[in-house]
Each structure stands twice: as C-alpha cells, then as structure tokens.
C-alpha cells in the first residue's frame, strides 16, 4: 500500500513538471525535448524523470491525434479558443488515457483536475477538464467496447480495473 502511495505521488509530480515544461514549450515555441536537453527548464521543475519524458514526448508524437480527438469532444470549443494551461492539461491526460494502460481514466482525470484546480487561468478550468476528459473517456470505452465486439471477447476497461498506479 505504502509502495503504490509512493509511486502516485511520483506520477502526480511527473504530471505537473510534465506540465510546467509543456507550458513553457507553448509560450517560447521551444520543443519540450529541446527544453529538456538544453536545460532550459524553470529551476522549479527539476531535472524531469523518466514518466516525465514519457508523457512530454508521448503528446509530441502524436499532437494532431491528441488534437483531433479534443476539438472533436470539446463541444463549440477550438483549440485556439482554450487558454494554454486547460489545452496543455488536455493534452496531457488525453495522450496518458490513450497510451498509458496502467492508469484507469478515473484517475488520469481526477490529476487532470487537480493540475487545472492548481494551475488553471479560469475560475471553471477544472470544470471544463473534468468535463471534455468525460467525453474524451466516453468515446475511448464506446471505441474499446465496438472493438471487443467485433473481436468477439470482453476485456475489462481501464474505468473497471482498480486505480493502485496513479
């Protein structure tokens, strides 16, 4: 028990320095991994680790996607419309909801929200990334669902697993 506390405090840390580099990323229109490599990160953040560079490069390779999938969820809302905390939180959590299978969705959304509660520009941040994470997470299990049917098996989705890796 101790050890999964340990780990999810771990990740929440990744999550925000992940999030601290993206931000500076969006504002210099410097690449995270040229931030990282040339040691351009705020004192603040720390030498990221390796979860950290795991979600930095994962949103670099595949934006569009990432992208894609919000604007398609996020309900009279572009991209360009969103302040750049709530779009890089987004970005964020989608690509771990999508490519990291030992996170349930509950839980890549409950540190989405606390990431927008403590860094979000706008009073409702945490409201709107509470509220296109749900979308994004409703179309991923309709997605998983119309895959395991026409495949003809049943796995449990990340909603029904047990949260123990935050």
């Known amino acids: 028990m101790a050890q999964a506390q340990g780990q999810h405090q771990a990740r929440?840390?990744?999550?925000?320095?992940?999030?601290?580099?993206l931000f500076e990323?969006?504002?210099?229109?410097?690449?995270?991994?040229?931030?990282?490599?040339?040691?351009?990160?705020i004192d603040e953040v720390g030498i990221p680790c390796d979860f950290t560079k795991l979600l930095l490069t994962g949103v670099g390779k595949?934006?569009?996607?990432?992208?894609n999938l919000i604007i398609e969820t996020s309900e009279n809302w572009?991209?360009?419309?969103?302040?750049?905390v709530d779009k890089s939180i987004l970005r964020l959590a989608?690509?771990?909801?999508i490519h990291i299978n030992d996170v349930p969705y509950s839980v890549s959304i409950n540190e989405a929200v606390e990431l927008a509660k403590r860094f979000g520009g706008e009073d409702d941040?945490?409201?709107?990334?509470?509220?296109?994470?749900?979308?994004?997470?409703s179309h991923l299990e309709?997605?998983?669902?119309?895959?395991?049917?026409?495949?003809?098996?049943?796995?449990?989705?990340?909603?029904?697993?047990?949260?123990?890796?935050?």
Do not use: C, W
Not at 27 to 34: K, L, R
Not at 78 to 84: E, F
């Open 25 to 41: 990323s969006e504002i210099t229109g410097v690449n995270p991994d040229q931030i990282i490599l040339s040691g351009l990160y």
């Open 94 to 97: 989608t690509f771990e909801m």
């Open 62 to 67: 595949h934006k569009e996607d990432i992208d």
């Open 125 to 137: 941040s945490s409201r709107f990334v509470n509220g296109v994470l749900g979308q994004i997470a």
């Open 142 to 166: 309709k997605v998983q669902s119309e895959s395991d049917s026409t495949k003809g098996k049943k796995t449990p989705s990340k909603r029904e697993k047990k949260a123990v890796h935050g």
């Open 12 to 21: 929440s840390a990744a999550r925000r320095k992940a999030l601290q580099l």
């Open 78 to 84: 572009s991209l360009d419309r969103m302040p750049l």
